[in-house]
């Protein structure tokens, strides 16, 4: 056993829990929110939630599970680097197991070797997983516009065309829902950062839409672009103008996540991209 002592997390405990969090992000990379505050506080300090300090009364783990809107409960967790390979990873997997009634289901802000050992002994499957990648903004690439093509921001007047491009450019994936397209403007005004501005929705000169890209502070969080207008340098232009914009607010680094088995990763490490961990969700089955 670790012989840690575990205890409740609470509020007092969220500078600690970055100092976690930064360790983890310094050895494994992941979601760079693990160095933020307020992240750390809505994951890890929630009803449910436990830290374990060592011998000096450092916090070198934590665990927390939450409940979504529909009542399933999700658990994340974090190992320091420094201590792993003492069975710390299995008591907090034997926590989370002892207060989820049904499937346990993990999502990892930060994925480590031992954490993906573990996880295969408890007879978890990687379900969902996608590369974190950042760009340093010191030499952004120009990538011209496609012809007939014009660029608008976000604002009440194009919020429609977003969600058509949303829904036109999403059509053929596996999973997508008509719905979601819908919510779409509402999850945006609601989304801490948003920037509408630097978001932009593609249209040609007869209205219809192309592809668009949606911004919130410093992420790129999602570009589409629909069937017609593909291999035509339409994403790599959005996302090169969205690269502009952000190092024009004197952004240090722009973010995205892309699917680990999405093709387009191979665009964004053209566009000078490079991968900072990865983020996943595991589940029984």
């Known amino acids: 056993m670790s012989q840690l002592e575990w205890a409740t997390t609470t509020e007092a405990d969220v500078d600690a829990l970055v100092r976690l969090g930064t360790a983890c992000l310094e050895r494994d990379g992941g979601l760079p929110d693990l160095a933020d505050p307020d992240h750390m506080r809505s994951s890890l300090v929630t009803d449910l939630a436990i830290s374990g300090r060592d011998e000096l009364g450092d916090i070198?783990?934590?665990?927390?599970?939450?409940?979504?809107?529909?009542?399933?409960?999700?658990?994340?967790?974090?190992?320091?680097?420094?201590v792993m390979g003492r069975g710390i990873?299995?008591?907090?997997?034997?926590?989370?197991?002892?207060?989820?009634?049904?499937?346990?289901?993990?999502?990892?802000?930060?994925?480590?070797?031992?954490?993906?050992?573990?996880?295969?002994?408890?007879?978890?499957?990687?379900?969902?997983?996608?590369?974190?990648?950042?760009?340093?903004?010191?030499?952004v690439p120009f990538v011209r516009r496609p012809d007939d093509l014009v660029t608008l921001p976000f604002t009440d007047d194009t919020s429609e065309a977003f969600q058509h491009?949303?829904?036109?450019?999403?059509?053929?994936?596996?999973?997508?829902?008509?719905?979601?397209?819908?919510?779409?403007g509402r999850w945006l005004r609601e989304q801490r950062g948003f920037q509408p501005e630097d978001s932009?929705?593609?249209?040609?000169?007869?209205?219809?839409?192309?592809?668009?890209?949606?911004?919130?502070?410093?992420?790129?969080?999602e570009v589409g672009v629909v069937p017609q207008w593909r291999g035509r340098g339409l994403g790599a232009h959005l996302v090169a103008r969205t690269l502009t914009a952000i190092a024009r607010r004197d952004g240090a680094t722009a973010w995205l996540a892309v699917g680990c088995d999405n093709p387009a990763?191979?665009?964004?490490?053209?566009?000078?991209?490079?991968?900072r961990g990865t983020r996943a969700l595991y589940e029984e089955q």
């Open 60 to 82: 070198v783990a934590a665990a927390a599970i939450g409940v979504d809107a529909s009542g399933t409960r999700t658990a994340t967790g974090l190992v320091d680097p420094a």
């Open 200 to 221: 932009r929705v593609a249209m040609d000169s007869s209205g219809h839409v192309a592809g668009f890209v949606t911004v919130s502070a410093g992420w790129i969080e």
């Open 265 to 275: 990763r191979s665009l964004y490490e053209r566009l000078g991209f490079r991968g």
């Open 89 to 139: 990873g299995q008591e907090v997997a034997d926590w989370v197991t002892s207060h989820t009634s049904g499937p346990v289901r993990f999502v990892m802000d930060s994925m480590s070797p031992e954490a993906e050992e573990l996880f295969a002994r408890l007879g978890l499957h990687r379900v969902f997983a996608e590369t974190i990648m950042s760009h340093p903004l010191r030499h």
């Open 165 to 184: 491009a949303y829904a036109a450019s999403f059509a053929d994936q596996p999973g997508h829902d008509a719905g979601s397209a819908r919510a779409r």
